[in-house]
């Protein structure tokens, strides 16, 4: 079974260095949409056509569908008494959990207050104006696990932002309902608006805004391709965050860093399942040694073959000639976790990197610190997105206004150029628009 992973060692002394690596990056991009010609792309438009038409009615069916729960338009909203049932049941069970995810809040909340623009006495110039997006809508996955880090890491930075209306989604997967740790944390943040609906019906259901689902100006957070897809279709009538595929991590490493740790970081993304995980190095020897620790290690996880064919279908080894080249190819595939574990060399190779969704430097930064707890959300862009997206923050969820204000000297001063400009440009109602405020 180990033999299995032999074939993610990829070396440049090898034919075909450049385009096995390139190839391997594109399949990872490709994981989160579908492919032109492929008929989930028909069924997709059939959702939409048929949620645009009967509203609601058709998302519960919709629902029925593809997660197996019967629902009425009623019954999508959670109601106020389960959130705090969920939360009482909580505090009561498991306090220690609840402190925890206490302090992440905190962590994230102070975070995202000190990066945010919007409030600062500095960034207030007069010819511009913040505004927090009033409407926010919110997808959490659903999984057999409950992923409450979704919920604090989308919806914190919003509130900080000032966003007064947030409507969570995810799909009845848990006994006909959202997770109860779900549920707990959206109390614990004030969240009363949550809905039991998934999938790229859900997305569809806040884009429309049909009762009982208000429509939302933005829509935030993983999914499936569905999801992603599904956000893809409606961005430009509403803002998304980015269209994210599988989760990646990429490391940087040398022969300072722990191999053992290593082959740790990249199975805790290709757990995933669809999971990207790769290193990057230049000593064979070390990634050999990174290779033997990955096929130990594998064996001991409870979804080992899947987390193999994981590896096989997304991950890499990758051995350059020198530190150039690699710190050229990592800015190239601008992933969306990367880790720098190089020794005293980290901080330097990490100034080098220009594209990336977040930087992890040092042995003990793994990207599980970034997932829970160190502040900055794990909303991140993928498949080399991050050279043109950015980590969700406070700040995506404003918009600024520019604000222009002439009193009848300053436009005076300026009229002669602005008809210039406007007559060039043979807009004689432009021109106009000025000489007739000059005529005495």
Known sequence: MSDELDQILISYKQANFEKRVTALRAQAILASRFKTGDEKNEQLNEIFSEIAKRGNTAVAEFTE???????????????????????????????????????????????????????????QHRGIRYTPIKRVGICVPGASAPLPSTVIMTAVPAQVASVKEIAVVSPPRYKGSIHPVILAVCHELGIDEVYRIGGAQAVAALVYGYEPIKKVDKIVGPGNQWVQMAKKHFFGFIDIDSIAGPSEVLIIANDKANPAWVAADMLSQAEHAPGSAMMFTVSQEFAEKVLLELKTQVKQLKRSQETIDCLKEFGCIVVFKNMNELIEKANDFAAEHLEIQCGEESRKIAEKIKNAGAIFIGDYSPVAVGDYWAGPSHTLPTGTSAKFFSALSANDFIKSTSIIEYDKKKLAESAEDIIRLAEAEGLDAHARSIKIRQEK
């Open 65 to 123: 569908k593809f997660d197996g729960v019967k629902l009425t338009p009623s019954q999508f909203r959670v109601g106020e008494a389960d959130l705090k049932k969920a939360h009482n049941e909580l505090k009561k069970d498991n306090l220690k959990l609840l402190n925890s995810l206490r302090q992440a809040i905190a962590n994230v909340k102070k975070y995202q207050e000190e990066i945010f623009i919007g409030n600062k006495k500095e960034n």
